[in-house]
């Protein structure tokens, strides 16, 4: 993959999640539970992307997360931008990127982010949120698998 | 490889000092109820292409729905019609007495009231999981920050930050919104409705001794310069008595269904 080509990639990608999160994501939810487009798609550029472009792209992303939905931006901030370091570290703990590791990848990382933003900035409830919070999980896993595939597709190099 | 892993260490904290210093401004800004600058351009670069998208989708909707409901559809709207024409006659009688409280007012020199003017708005943005509805008007419009937000079942919310043509509104909920609200019995009893939490709020009552029961209605108070009298916020759950701190707390349903709206009105 083309270094500039992958952040090019990133770029639309992230732009497009952020216009589903506002607009297709609550007409999507399913019993409550809706999907974040931003976290799942920082999840999935950090399989593709060396880990500083993940970084930044989780810092973006974070960053724009916060600024629509209107809460403090910084917890968005730091917990997309470690999503994106983490994930960008995860061919050096041995994940080889494939369909069901994408899936599994995001739902982790985005339990593990769900779980910084409650002790970043303690929700109200804490059964609902982590309730919710699993659900999301699930719900970004499944979506990551499509748009894995599609990914690697745009952005993998002939032969790899 | 160890020079890289610290430099990208050093890029992760870097990133993070920003955002702190973004988180910041914004929590500045909102303090003045207005957007900060890196928000107002967030919302100029995303906010269009996902209102689009949203109408594209309702659009669609609404055109399947047409097809499968077409006959229910023309019954509901003729029955809409003459509802609207037995309301008509109604709403030209409160407008009348409406105006003579204005008239009173003035001539014991009482300020304007509250929730007069309406200013119509389309929801564009809507984060369920922080409670908050973005919306198409701003102070262009006339919007100020601290204004309520209803639709026809009700109180939705109240704006907290303010764009030329945007606001943001912190939905019913909310942890940190407090609204002065009363149970609409006679005599009224009134306190201060806090939320805690998506579809949970609750009253705490002014009145330990208050008369309180499930399926109340609960209404604003009017107690402030922004929000009106009299606007439905929902139904007493349940009551609670706090007697160590000598309180009577009434559990809220919320009336709106807070996901589920499409067209707001801000009363000013």
Known sequence: ?160 | MKRRRGTDAILLIVLCAIGAMLGRMQSQARDAGRLDAFSSIASRLVLPVSSGLGKGIDATGDFFAGIVRGPALRAEVRRLRAQQAQLSQYTEHVDVLEKEIDDLRRLNNLGRRAGQTRIPADVIGYTPRENRLTISAGSEEGVVAGLAVVCPDGLLGIVSTVAPHTSQVSMLGTANLIIGAMVGRTPPSAGLLQGAGVNSLYIDLNDPKAEVKAGDLVLTSGYSEKIPRGIIIGRVLSVDDVPELGQRRANVFPATNLGSNREVVILK
């Open chain 1, 1 to 160: 993959m083309r270094h500039s080509s992958g952040i090019a990639t990133s770029i639309i990608a992230i732009y497009i999640a952020l216009a589903l999160q506002a607009s297709v994501a609550p007409r999507i939810a399913i019993l409550g539970v809706v999907p974040d487009f931003g976290l799942m798609i920082v999840a999935v550029l950090s399989l593709f992307t060396s880990r500083p472009v993940a970084t930044v792209s989780g810092f973006f992303t974070g960053a724009f997360e916060g600024a629509l939905s209107g809460v403090n931006l910084t917890h968005y901030v730091i917990s997309r931008t470690l999503v994106g370091f983490f994930g960008g570290s995860a061919s050096s703990f041995g994940f080889q990127p494939n369909v069901a590791v994408a899936a599994l990848v995001t739902a982790i990382l985005t339990v593990a982010s769900q779980l910084l933003l409650f002790f970043l900035a303690p929700p109200s409830g804490i059964g609902r949120f982590l309730g919710d919070t699993i659900g999301t999980a699930m719900y970004n896993g499944v979506l990551a698998i499509p748009v894995y595939a599609l990914l690697r597709r745009i952005l993998a190099t002939p032969g790899s």
